[in-house]
């Protein structure tokens, strides 16, 4: 959702994420709400590592590609910390292992 102008940009993403609505008759205040929300989907998108989403994805394409990439990277993260956690118990029976070994020649 990369655009020029602000004005260009509010009337790019509002036609393309609602475009059965009339919004002659939609408070401005709503509109820029609309338009703050959009920028910071692209934000978060940005900080999630997808690619750009275009503007004729819309909202609901917007929403969906963020939170199917939140979900890769909790599974993501869930799968590291299992593997940290497995690894870390298995170094301190190591060691538990060593401590006995030295104990029992000393």
Do not use: W
């Not at 401005?28 to 999630?48: A, D, G, K, P, R």
């Amino acid at each position: 959702m990369e655009f020029g102008s602000q004005s260009e940009s509010l009337s790019v993403l509002l036609n393309s994420t609602v475009p059965f609505v009339d919004f002659v008759h939609v408070p401005l205040n709503t509109l820029f709400c609309v338009l703050q929300f959009l920028q910071f989907i692209e934000q978060l998108s940005s900080v999630l590592g997808i690619d750009s989403i275009s503007a004729d994805v819309g909202l609901d394409g917007a929403n969906d590609a963020v939170l199917v990439r939140a979900e890769q990277l909790a599974k993501q993260e869930a799968t590291v910390i299992t593997d940290q956690k497995s690894q870390t118990y298995a170094l301190k029976r190591k060691l538990k292992t060593m401590k006995e070994q030295l104990d029992g020649k000393v």
